[in-house]
């Protein structure tokens, strides 16, 4: 089944939409892979760097090296070596911890912040054309589509992390 046809929804039926949906998000999956990749070349990160830059971005504050082994799946061991090669790069802060004067929290540093934000203007925009001719009911249901496979995502992550191959 080809998914580059110009059929609307009411012209596939529901097993076709469901085929073109799985299809599309592992195509989706690999080509932001090569992305991140690029993007990650382009400031020069390893991917993993960007992945945390982009997740420390989403967060409100500060986070612990806990947090970071959390968003990103990685071990606490391999989590304190991503924020020192963060911290020697000058991409990440660390803190003392306000509450917890045996933690240190991490933040993204002002200067990383601005330079790969700028990294993303073109790339931000490009995506957010995508999104354009979408109304605000489709663009709700994309939005809890995204929330719903994350969600799914990091149980299935976690699943497999544990062993558990049911």
């Known amino acids: 089944m080809s998914t ?26 690999a080509d932001y892979s090569l992305f991140n990749q690029a993007m990650a070349d382009h400031v020069g990160l390893h991917p993993t760097d960007m992945q945390c830059v982009a997740l420390l971005d989403m967060e409100p504050g500060p986070v612990s090296t806990g947090d970071i082994a959390r968003l990103t799946g990685l071990t606490s061991g391999s989590a304190t070596r ?29 200067e990383a912040r601005e330079r790969i934000g700028k990294a993303w203007d073109t790339p931000g925009r490009a995506f957010g054309a995508v999104l354009q001719d979408y109304s605000d009911a489709e663009l709700a249901v994309i939005a809890d589509y995204l929330h719903r496979a994350a969600e799914v995502g990091r149980a299935q992550a976690k699943r497999l992390t544990s062993g558990d191959a049911g």
């Open 82 to 110: 991503l924020v020192d090669r963060l911290v020697k790069a000058g991409i990440v802060e660390r803190q003392a911890d306000p509450h917890d004067r045996r933690r240190s929290l991490v933040s993204l540093s002002p």
């Open 4 to 29: 580059d046809s110009p059929r609307t929804g009411d012209e596939w039926s529901r097993a076709e939409l469901l085929a073109r949906i799985v299809t599309e998000s592992q195509r989706h999956y």
